[in-house]
């Protein structure tokens, strides 16, 4: 399984469970959803009775789910979205998205920056984007810290993210890695960095692990990391155009299947295999999506139980934090977390 620009490869589609196409790109725009009034509690929400599940739910209603335990195997899909209100730029956001600002990167096309054959070419664009991403650049936000919440509440089932920038990690000044629990108090079997991280580096001819301390001192100075072995470029193991995905990204087929909730956040879900996964969830389940466009598959093929909260990302969360009366222990967790890394950088 390859990561895919979705227009590139329009013809990969993940499997739906008897082998059938999850979904066909049949691009449909709806014109807005229909809010219906909903205010029982989650029994009726998963209730069998009347027409109940045709009832469109709101904001409040996934807050409900969350709230009385209804829902607590939750699945969340994240992108760049989530990391803007951090200062890293996302792909698309006119503006301030990478693509708009290519001149910096002096690269041809926007995607080049993580394609093998560009990098070969020219392996400076893409360590430009490394140091720019260098871990403790920058800071989680409310959106990282609700991820946290929900795990130590014992609800998050997994975090799927398309992010290299290491937030969910919540990677601390110069520490490059802790393998089984992460700074962000996320640990490591609960997360899915679907298209890699710096966390790791990798010679792209002979395959030879590379410290990422010698990694970060190349690229820091603007000198392309070099494998001692061979000479060979040293790439992080971020996931580029046409490579495939981590192993761990197949636990999506438990995953997904199992899952009560799913949570999509900050993403264009444009890439392919993971914009799919959307889909892969049952109908039953509730699907929220806390973005500033309504995108993918939650536009072109919603779902009776799709709940759209359109937006900013921290906005949202906030809310949804709000509803779940979880705002108090939200601001002791940054406060806690936020005084760590002061701490660090003093
Ligand atoms: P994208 O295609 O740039 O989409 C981002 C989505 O988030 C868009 O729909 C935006 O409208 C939305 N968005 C941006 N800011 C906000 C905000 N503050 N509130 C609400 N919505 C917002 O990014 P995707 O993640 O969907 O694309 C996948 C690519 C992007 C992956 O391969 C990543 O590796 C790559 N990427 C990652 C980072 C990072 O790690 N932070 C940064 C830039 C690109």
Redesign the pocket.
Known sequence: MA?CPRRVVAALKLLGPGGERAWARQPRITGGRRPISFSAGASSIFGSGGNSRKEKLLLQDVAELIRTRACQRVVVM????????SG??????PGS???SNLQQYDIPYPEAI?ELEFFFHNPKPFFALAKE?YPGNYRPNVTHYFFRLLHEKGLLLRLYT????G?ERAFQKLTVVTENFHASGIPASKLIEA?GSFASATCAVCRTPSPGEDFWADVMVDRIPRCPVCTGIVKPD??FFGEPLPQRFLLHVIDFPMADLLLI???????EP?ASLSEAVQSSVPRLL????L?GPLAWRPRSRDVVQL??????VEKLVELLGWTEEMQDLIQRETGKLDGQDR
């Open positions: 990561l994240v992108g760049a979205g989530i990391s803007t209100p890293v730029p996302d792909f698309r956001s998205g990478l693509y993580f991403l398309q992010n290299i920038d937030l298209h971020i996931v956040l900050g993403t264009s879900l444009e890439v993971f806390i973005n500033r466009d995108v937006g900013d990302v921290v906005h949202g």
